[in-house]
């Protein structure tokens, strides 16, 4: 059973900086594209960035040149660099993960305070 386990969440002031990482396991492929979503209260669901098995990356608008997607080497790990963090950057942090569907990490709070 594939599963997608994130850490790095918590409380930063803004201009902070945080780190999330989310691990892939219980899959004998290699996922495909992996990334970031986020969801704020009240509202929908939206990505933050992606990165491809050959490392392309995309992100949102909103956090181009604070945010760095990375993957490692087995490509089982992705993680998000955060930094100068705003309050509007504050969601629920979602992996996201391509293993011949969709699959999702359970979340995890990114609270930023002003």
């Known amino acids: 059973q594939v599963q997608l386990v994130e850490s790095g969440g918590g409380l930063v002031q803004a201009g902070g900086s945080l780190r999330l990482s989310c691990a892939a396991s219980?899959?004998?492929?290699?996922?495909?594209?992996m990334g970031w979503y986020r969801q704020a209260p009240g509202k929908q669901r939206d990505l933050v960035t992606h990165?491809?098995?050959?490392?392309?990356?995309n992100y949102a608008d909103s956090v181009k040149g604070r945010f760095t997607i990375s993957r490692d080497n087995a490509g089982n790990t992705v993680y998000l660099q955060m930094n100068s963090l705003k309050t509007e950057d504050t969601a629920v942090y979602y992996c996201?993960?391509?293993?011949?569907?969709?699959?999702w990490g359970q979340g995890t709070q990114v609270t930023v305070s002003s």
């Open positions: 219980g899959s004998i492929v290699r996922p495909n594209v």
């Open positions: 990165i491809s098995p050959g490392g392309r990356t």
């Open positions: 996201y993960a391509w293993l011949g569907g969709d699959y």
